[in-house]
C-alpha cells in the first residue's frame, strides 16, 4: 500500500474509532426525569415566579437560559368522571362532574372565557398519557378506552434493563405517582395500587406521604390510622418486621433521607420512603408560614431517589410528583402554602440540575417539567371582564401575594407549561402539534404546543439508542 493509502486508512480508522468512543460516551447512560406540578398551569408557575423573583418569568427555565426550552402542553382526556384531589386529611366527599370527549382547538379555545373550563381530565388520565402516551378515560389509571392494561414507560425501560421510580410528597399511591407502573379501572382502590407499585418488580424506588402513624401535621397519633393511599394494615406490619420486605429498604426519619441524598449512607438497591407525615409534606396547621421539619424536602427526597436509580448503569426514568398545589386550588387558596409548595419544588429543580452535572450529563440526561393539568383556571382578578379577558396574575413584588383569581373549583382544559433541558429536546420538538399564538401572547412563549401524550414515543427513542 502506498504511502498516501496509509495515511488514508489510518485516517479513516482513526475516525472510526474517535466516532465509537465519543458515542460510547454520549450514550453510555440515558436518564430521564419528569417532574410534575399536580394541577401547576400557567397561572400557579406565574404567580409563584412573581412571588419568588419579583419577575414573571424569572426562573431559568423560563428565561430560557442554559439550554431550557419552552412549549405548552394539552392534557385533555377521553369521556368519564373529573375525580376531585383527595390529598387533605379529613376533607370530605369531593364533588364530580361528567365530561365529553376532550379537544383542543386554538381556534375557538379563547374566545369564550368559559371554554378552557369544559372537558377537563383528571390526573389517572393524565398520568396515563404522560406514562403510557395513550389516552385514556378520567378516573382510570393505565387502561384504554376498552378496558385493557397499557405497558407503561416504566415497564418499557426496565425490561431493557434500566431502573425506575415514582416520587411524590403526596399519598404515595395517588394517581400521579400510581401512573408510573399501577394499572386499575378505579384511581381511588389507592391500598390495591400500592400493593402493585411495591411487588411487581418495576420500581425501585417509591416514596410519598401515607405514614399511618402521623397525622398531617407529622405529630405521632395515638392510634395508628391507615391511609386510602399507601399501604394497608398487613402490608405495614410487613414492612416494619421484615428487613427486606419485597426487597425494599424501608426509611421514615429526615436525617436517612438525607444522608442517601448526600451521599453519606450508601443508596440501597430499591428504596421505600415512607415519611413521619400523611396526606401531604407540609404542615396543614393554622400557621403556615411553617413545614414540617421532621419531614424532608422535596430535594432531599428527590436526591436521594436519583442516588438510587444512578447506581444501574444503564440509565433510569423517573417521574417526580409536586402533589399540593392541586388540592390548593380546588380550594381557591390564595395562601403562602401554595408559594411554599411551589418554592420547594423550584429549590428541588436547581438541585436537580446540579445533580446531573455532577453525576450525569445534558448528552444522557433529560429534564422535564410540566404538571398533569391545570387547576382553578389561576388568571389574573379581571381575567371574565370583557376590558380585560384573560388578564394574567398582577405581581406585587418579591415575597408579596400576586393580584390573583380563580375562577372554579375543578380542573381546566388549558395547555400547561413544559420546559424540557437535555438530551431530548430535539425528540419533543419534532413533535410540535400546532402553534397557539394567541395563547402564547398571553404567558409569554412562543406558543408551540405538544399534546401529554408526546412524552413517552420521545423517551422511548431516547431509551432505545443502546
Known amino acids: 500500500m502506498s504511502r498516501v493509502g496509509r495515511f488514508f486508512s489510518h485516517w479513516t480508522l482513526g475516525l472510526v474509532l474517535a466516532f465509537v468512543l465519543c458515542a460510547g460516551s454520549v450514550f453510555a447512560k440515558t436518564n430521564v426525569i419528569l417532574v410534575v406540578v399536580d394541577g401547576g398551569g400557567y397561572g400557579a408557575y406565574r404567580v409563584a415566579s412573581q412571588f419568588r423573583t419579583g419577575e414573571d418569568r424569572g426562573l431559568p427555565f423560563m428565561k430560557g437560559e442554559n439550554g431550557w426550552r419552552e412549549f405548552g402542553c394539552t392534557t385533555y382526556s377521553l369521556s368519564g368522571v373529573v375525580q376531585h384531589s383527595q390529598f387533605e386529611e379529613n376533607a370530605g366527599p369531593q364533588k364530580t362532574s361528567y365530561s365529553e370527549d376532550g379537544s383542543y382547538d386554538p381556534a375557538t379555545h379563547w374566545v369564550d372565557f368559559r371554554t378552557h373550563m369544559k372537558n377537563a381530565t383528571d390526573s389517572a388520565a393524565s398520568s396515563t398519557a404522560l406514562n403510557t402516551g395513550v389516552k385514556t378515560k378520567n378516573g382510570r389509571v393505565n387502561f384504554d378506552k376498552n378496558d385493557k392494561p397499557i405497558e407503561t414507560l416504566a415497564e418499557y425501560v426496565v425490561k431493557r434493563g434500566f431502573a425506575a421510580g415514582a416520587i411524590t410528597n403526596v399519598g404515595a399511591s395517588h394517581a400521579t405517582p400510581a401512573g408510573v407502573a399501577a394499572h386499575n379501572m378505579k384511581r381511588g382502590e389507592g391500598m390495591d395500587i400500592w400493593r402493585e ?94 413545614r414540617n421539619e421532621t419531614v424532608p424536602t422535596m430535594t432531599e427526597c428527590a436526591l436521594a431517589g436519583l442516588n438510587v436509580l444512578n447506581q444501574n448503569e444503564k440509565g433510569f426514568y423517573v417521574l417526580i410528583e409536586s402533589g399540593a398545589v392541586d388540592g390548593l386550588a380546588h380550594g381557591n387558596k390564595k395562601s403562602r402554602r ?87 429536546l430535539p425528540n419533543l420538538e419534532k413533535r410540535v402539534r400546532c402553534t397557539d399564538e394567541k395563547f402564547g401572547k398571553m404567558w409569554g412563549f412562543d406558543g408551540r404546543i405538544l399534546d401529554n401524550t408526546d412524552f413517552v414515543p420521545a423517551a422511548k427513542e431516547l431509551f432505545d439508542r443502546q
Open 197 to 290: 407499585m411495591v411487588k411487581k418488580d418495576v420500581l425501585s424506588v417509591v416514596m410519598g406521604a401515607s405514614h399511618p402513624w402521623y397525622d398531617s401535621n407529622a405529630e405521632r397519633r395515638d392510634e395508628m390510622k391507615i391511609q386510602k393511599y399507601g399501604p394497608s394494615e398487613h402490608a405495614w406490619g410487613k414492612i416494619t418486621t421484615e428487613e427486606l420486605y419485597y426487597g425494599w429498604k424501608f426509611i421514615e426519619k429526615r436525617e436517612d433521607f438525607q444522608k442517601i441524598a448526600s451521599g453519606e449512607m450508601a443508596p440501597p438497591k430499591k428504596l421505600m420512603g415512607l415519611p413521619q407525615v400523611s396526606g401531604t409534606f407540609q404542615a396543614s396547621r393554622a400557621d403556615e408560614n411553617k
Open 338 to 424: 401554595l408559594f411554599d409548595e411551589m418554592n420547594e419544588f423550584f429549590d428541588m429543580v436547581d438541585a436537580i440540575c446540579e445533580w446531573v452535572e455532577k453525576n450525569s450529563s445534558w448528552e444522557e440526561t433529560t429534564l422535564v417539567l410540566t404538571a398533569d393539568h391545570e387547576t382553578g383556571a389561576l388568571w389574573g382578578p379581571d381575567a371574565d371582564k370583557e376590558a380585560t379577558l384573560f388578564q394574567t396574575p398582577i405581581g406585587k413584588g418579591k415575597g408579596v401575594i400576586p393580584e390573583m383569581g380563580y375562577f372554579t373549583g375543578g380542573h381546566t382544559n388549558a395547555p400547561v407549561p413544559f420546559f424540557v433541558r437535555g438530551a431530548g
